[in-house]
């Protein structure tokens, strides 16, 4: 087995490129932690299938932030009135609450086109001004190419001195409609209009990663 510079060779070094071998001088990620590692180790990682188990999760974690902690998130789509678990749990509510009470909300979700184009310029546009009417704060990116944007699903979860309670949800899953499935798979209740062969309340597969450890603060560094 071939070793890397002066590290000790590993199953993630097997796998995993140096920040040597990324060569990429303009990220400070790698950088960061002066090892010449580009991952992390030591962290924990649990894969939440499917929206309802992901939005069931990140209710749980909202709902029991202390008025000192941070929320940040950054998303493709946000929806405020899509439920998280049941009637009363709407994203857009959930936040608002909590900033209302002084956690710190920070969020940037892409600005999107209008709805017109079945995009959701005007669900954007609500979200935000719900949750920066109570004191957090959402921008709408649209600093993109023509017909492009940025695809981002992430939210980042942190209190002040309290390591072990920091964690990020990453993977495919938006804030939004048509996400909430679960493993039998009968679509959203709050659908969104796809193609008529997925019917009126469209399937959606897809996986969230919850992600406690130093991967985290690499993560952070995708947010506003």
């Known amino acids: 087995m071939e070793e890397r510079g002066n590290q000790e060779p590993s199953g993630a070094a097997d796998w995993l490129l140096s920040a040597e071998e990324r060569g990429n001088p303009d990220s400070d990620i790698d950088r960061r932690r002066d090892d010449g590692r580009g991952w992390t180790e030591g962290n924990q990682v649990e894969a939440l299938v499917d929206g309802a188990a992901y939005f069931a999760r990140l209710y749980e974690v909202l709902t029991s932030l202390d008025d000192d902690a941070f929320v940040h998130l950054c998303d ?104 909430h499935d679960d493993h039998r798979h009968e679509g959203d209740p709050q659908a969104i209009e796809l193609d008529q062969r997925y019917g009126p309340r469209p399937p959606w597969h897809d996986v969230q990663l919850q992600v406690r450890g130093p991967a985290v603060n690499d993560l952070a560094g995708h947010l506003p």
């Open 76 to 179: 493709w789509r946000g929806d405020g009135d899509e439920r998280l678990t049941r009637p009363g749990s709407e994203l857009g509510t959930v936040l608002a609450d909590v900033a209302r009470r002084g956690v710190s909300v920070r969020g940037l979700i892409w600005r999107s086109h209008p709805h017109q184009v079945h995009l959701s310029e005007q669900e954007a546009i609500h979200l935000a001004e719900a949750v920066n009417e109570a004191g957090g704060q959402i921008l709408l990116d649209e600093r993109v190419r023509r017909a492009g944007c940025h695809h981002q699903k992430l939210v980042l979860v942190r209190h002040p001195g309290r390591e072990d309670d920091v964690v990020a949800f990453v993977g495919g899953i938006d804030l939004c409609h048509g996400r």
